[in-house]
């Protein structure tokens, strides 16, 4: 598999100050994108890029308190109103293309906050997700993260997209996701678990074989995650239950 190079976007290494309480250990640095837009959100922050029309990934707290509320889901796609709605791929692109609109941060990690649920439907916290992965082997993984979230009270996770060279798009809009990952820190207890999947039909059984390295992630996606990670952090080689 081959990491995303494209010229229109490669610049030299640039970093930014972090949303309070959305990212631990950074913030994140080495971003090969010289056009990156970073939005602090009610309960998450991401990173797009409008020339690649996606997100890089989006990064958030998930709390035992916030898993553990309900909150009503409308499904409302929208463009995000902070961003050109060129630089964003429409809902109705993904009509009829076989995928799935497949979030980032998650609806059911962020509360009963209605305003940040909405906020979870924006398209640049959306990717095309194959229906066989969004539904089943990563919607296990997401469930799995809200209940190690309430069994350790508050973990830090960052989730993105890999794409491959040439990208494919859906209608010459919305890139395709060759794999997709998940980074879970705990702080407390300072373990780290790295997860990237491919974006094809998982189950949940297949999790385990998923698991990887930190430094694989950053290698595919030309970024430095945790450029303050402590040296006694340990690597989970395997999920977490």
């Not at 395709?176 to 990952?181: D, E, F, M, Q, V």
């Amino acid at each position: 598999m081959k990491k995303i190079l494209l010229a229109i976007i490669l610049s030299p290494m640039v970093a930014w100050a972090a949303c309070p309480g959305k990212t631990v250990f950074g913030p994140p640095t080495a971003i090969p994108y010289r056009d990156l837009e970073v939005r602090c959100r009610i309960e998450y922050e991401i990173a797009y890029s409008p020339a690649l029309r996606s997100a890089i990934w989006s990064a958030e707290q998930v709390t035992a308190q916030k898993v553990t509320t309900p909150n009503v889901r409308l499904d409302k796609f929208k463009q995000d109103p902070d961003l050109k709605s060129a630089d964003v791929p429409h809902p109705s692109v993904y009509e009829g293309s076989g995928y799935d609109k497949g979030h980032l941060t998650p609806f059911d990690d962020i509360g009963g906050n209605a305003a940040a649920g909405l906020e979870s439907f924006y398209m640049s916290n959306i990717v095309p997700q194959h229906p066989k992965n969004n539904r089943v082997g990563w919607k296990s993984l997401e469930i799995k993260i809200r209940k190690w979230a309430v069994q350790r009270s508050s973990l830090y996770v960052i989730t993105g997209p890999i794409y491959n060279q040439p990208v494919t798009l859906i209608k010459q809009s919305a890139p395709i996701p060759s794999h997709l990952y998940t980074i879970v820190v705990d702080p407390v207890r300072k373990e780290l678990l790295v997860i990237m999947v491919p974006n094809a039909p998982i189950t949940s059984a297949d999790l385990p074989k998923y698991v990887t390295e930190l430094s694989t992630v950053e290698q595919y996606t030309g970024i430095k995650f945790f450029p303050k990670l402590p040296k006694d952090i340990t690597l989970s080689k395997k999920l977490w239950d």
